[in-house]
């Protein structure tokens, strides 16, 4: 009994950190946007779709996150319960936020660029949890790991095809882009490198469950 409470409160605070980081990444999101100086690459996209589509950014967040799952299932990159909640609850706590609106709109160029800075910092922060938790990357990141493993093209090779793919569609959907368009494409590599050293953390390090490893461990506990 002692050692299946263990297992089971290891878990819930894998989960815990789960859910906290992609709540931050969320928050991360939103400051960014707020900052109102030109978006992230895969955010100009979401922005770019809302306005043809008409629904919520989260909305659009949780429909691309679905179509790159299915994408590189297809694929046959293996995908983990993080994956998944990944897809749904990022979009569900960015509509949140933004319904709350607890973080205004910022008219200034120099706050503006102060929020996005502190927006990349706070997504390298949700980074860590979400990694750390070791429950399978995002769905973005799959797809990034899909294109290496098929074309053996170098890895920022493949983060900038596929990222200036979706900022290129964003763009001519009308997203917005601008100087923290640039500042989110060459900055956020440095805000994680800073996290995740003050934090000693080693992505690399991190042993990743799929679905059918955590199927077996909650079998197990059970």
Not at 147 to 164: H, Y
Request: charged residues 10%; aromatic residues 12%; proline residues 2%.
């Amino acid at each position: 009994m002692g050692k299946e409470g263990n297992a089971v409160g290891y878990y819930l605070r894998r989960l815990a950190s789960l859910l906290w980081g992609l709540f931050l990444f969320a928050i991360g999101i939103v400051l960014c946007v707020q900052a109102n100086i030109g978006c992230a690459p895969w955010e100009v996209l979401h922005m770019g779709l809302s306005y043809k589509l008409g629904i919520t950014m989260g909305q659009i967040s949780i429909l691309v996150g679905a179509v790159i799952c299915l994408a590189v299932y297809l694929l046959q990159e293996k995908l983990g319960v993080g994956t998944l909640l990944n897809m749904l609850l990022i979009g569900i706590f960015i509509d949140l936020t933004f319904a709350l609106n607890i973080i205004p709109v910022i008219n200034d160029l120099w706050i503006g660029i102060i929020v996005m800075v502190a927006g990349l910092f706070v997504i390298a922060l949700g980074s860590y949890f979400y990694i750390g938790s070791g429950f399978g990357a995002g769905p973005r990141d799959n797809l990034m790991v899909s294109l290496r493993r098929r074309t053996n093209w170098p890895v920022g090779v493949c983060r900038a095809l596929v990222e200036g793919t979706a900022l290129l569609l964003g763009y001519f959907l009308g997203g917005q882009v601008g100087i923290g368009t640039i500042i989110a494409v060459f900055g956020i590599g440095f805000c994680v490198q800073i996290v995740f050293h003050l934090l000693r953390f080693d992505p690399a390090k991190v042993e990743h469950e799929t679905l059918s490893n955590a199927w077996s461990h909650f079998r197990e506990m059970k």
